[in-house]
């Protein structure tokens, strides 16, 4: 889970240097269509979907590029037939892979899912195989230097409706049920926090699978595929590697 290990802080790092090789882009629509295809196409009758629509528009994003991710993810794209999808699988060593999201050709989607489970020395599994390995939370994650009173911050998101509070030497992890994400957020903005490393709803592994090695460089190398497939829209794993291997990767 995010801020519990060096790993972690690796993943906070990678999401900032995407950004600045201009992937922030590809992120936040992948984020607007799934929010689109939990809660629908409305943008006042969903909150998700109007939290990560202002994200987009707070980094210049083109109405086109967003008013597109809506429209692809709720079915209404004009000419082109989405479908939505959901495969897991075992990647290297064993880590379980959770993958969500769309495509106008399953059979060529599966095909290449497929082959890269294969590839990297992993297998796709059935339905259901990994799926059960994970639950649906809203999820914030807040750095230590954005905190004065850790204390103060816990009562303020109980108060909001917080599930679990986690502080860790760099990181406060905060978590929600889904339904709640919203108004723990605007409870968080009225403590004063508006700087978050993560705020989403997401999928959680009940527990992790630490890995080292060679099997953990595979995963993450696998795991970056996906997230980098645009059909792809959410990519969930219990990953998780040793300090020794987070050091020699950083």
């Known amino acids: 889970m995010a801020g519990h290990s ?13 950004a600045k090789r201009g992937k922030v882009f590809s992120k936040i629509v992948k984020k607007i269509a799934s929010a689109a295809r939990r809660g ?25 590029n967003i008013e597109r991710a809506i429209l692809k993810a709720t079915g209404q794209l004009e000419g082109v037939s989405f479908e939505e999808f959901s495969y897991e699988g075992y990647g290297p060593g064993g880590v379980a892979i959770l993958l969500e999201g769309s495509t106008d050709n399953r059979n060529r989607t599966v095909s290449e899912i497929r082959h890269a489970f294969s590839k990297h020395g992993g297998n796709m599994g059935e339905n259901g195989c990994v ?5 649906t939370r809203g999820i914030f994650v807040i750095s230590t230097d954005e905190v004065e009173d850790p204390d103060e911050l816990m009562l303020a998101a109980a108060d909001a409706g917080a599930e679990d509070f986690e502080l860790e030497e760099d990181a406060v992890t905060i978590t ?25 709803i997401t999928k959680l592994p009940q527990n992790t699978l ?29 990953l998780d590697i040793d ?5 020699a990767m950083g």
């Open 6 to 18: 060096k790993w972690a802080n690796i993943k906070h790092k990678k999401a900032a240097a995407d």
């Open 131 to 135: 799926s059960w390995m994970f639950d």
């Open 243 to 247: 300090d020794e291997t987070a050091e």
């Open 40 to 64: 629908g196409g409305d943008i006042d009758a969903n909150p998700e979907l109007r939290l990560y629509v202002d994200k987009a528009r707070a980094v210049n994003m083109p109405n086109d």
């Open 176 to 200: 929600t049920e889904p339904g709640d994400f919203i108004q723990v957020r605007k409870g968080l903005e009225e403590f004063g926090i508006t700087d978050f490393i993560t705020d989403e």
């Open 210 to 238: 630490t890995l080292t090695g060679k099997d953990a460089e595979t995963a993450i190398k696998l795991i970056d595929f996906f997230e980098d497939y645009d059909d792809i829209e959410s990519v969930y794993s219990n």
